[in-house]
T-cell receptor
Framework: AQSVTQLGSHVSVSEGALVLLRCNYS??????LFWYVQYPNQGLQLLLK????ATLVKGINGFEAEFKKSETSFHLTKPSAHMSDAAEYFC????????????WGAGTKLIIKP | DAGVIQSPRHEVTEMGQEVTLRCKPI?????LFWYRQTMMRGLELLIY????????DSGMPEDRFSAKMPNASFSTLKIQPSEPRDSAVYFC??????????????FGDGTRLSIL
């Protein structure tokens, strides 16, 4: 069965430091890939999505993600963390048998230290 | 454009009562999803509709849960009777499908349900 693994339920970085949130997926063919962000007491908001046009995808709020087929990874990065980035981040992969359904990672809570 | 609209935002009720959650998807979207989010189980897909027709309800926890989509602009998720373990945040999401691109799901702000 397809799966999505997000390494680390919590990641803590200092303000201004690099943010790296890891996502690995299991799929025999390149799927559709998404990162969502959830701020407290809000719904999930699309951060970025992978299209086959480019392996490096830029999203909102300065985030980007790189698709690496050989590693089956889609890690999320941001060069310099801001206090407002504190939120929970979810990686999602489209199902092979129906690309409108998503398989969700467990989420990573990003904590920003002043 | 208006996003996905859910109501109520918060619901507190006593065990045994009927609970109805409402969702208005984005106009033109032909897929609608109901999710439940808890600390223990994360984000779970309960049911989804395509063109107002339920396609997969295998995620619905038990017969106490039911969902309807009487038209393209409205869906309900009902719990009857409610139990404390149903306490969670319930999200509605909608999307449109295109064969040649990956259309994301758009989420509402959720309904925070507390069953006492």
């Amino acid at each position: 069965a397809q799966s999505v693994t997000q390494l680390g339920s919590h990641v803590s970085v200092s303000e201004g430091a690099l943010v790296l949130l890891r996502c690995n997926y299991s799929s025999s063919v390149p799927p559709y890939l998404f990162w969502y962000v959830q701020y407290p007491n809000q719904g999930l908001q699309l951060l970025l999505k992978y299209t086959s046009a480019a392996t490096l995808v830029k999203g909102i709020n300065g985030f980007e993600a790189e698709f690496k087929k050989s590693e089956t990874s889609f890690h999320l990065t941001k060069p310099s963390a801001h206090m407002s980035d504190a939120a929970e981040y979810f990686c999602a992969v489209s199902r092979m048998d129906s690309n409108y359904q998503l398989i969700w990672g467990a989420g990573t809570k990003l904590i920003i230290k002043p | 454009d208006a996003g996905v609209i859910q109501s109520p935002r918060h619901e507190v009720t006593e065990m045994g009562q009927e609970v109805t959650l409402r969702c208005k998807p984005i106009s033109g979207h032909d897929y609608l999803f109901w999710y439940r989010q808890t600390m223990m189980r994360g984000l779970e897909l309960l049911i989804y509709f395509n063109n107002n027709v339920p396609i997969d309800d295998s995620g619905m926890p038990e017969d106490r849960f039911s969902a309807k989509m009487p038209n393209a602009s409205f869906s309900t998720l009902k719990i009857q009777p409610s139990e404390p373990r149903d306490s969670a945040v319930y999200f509605c999401a909608s999307s449109s499908w295109r064969a040649d691109s990956n259309q994301p799901q758009h989420f509402g702000d959720g309904t925070r349900l507390s069953i006492l």
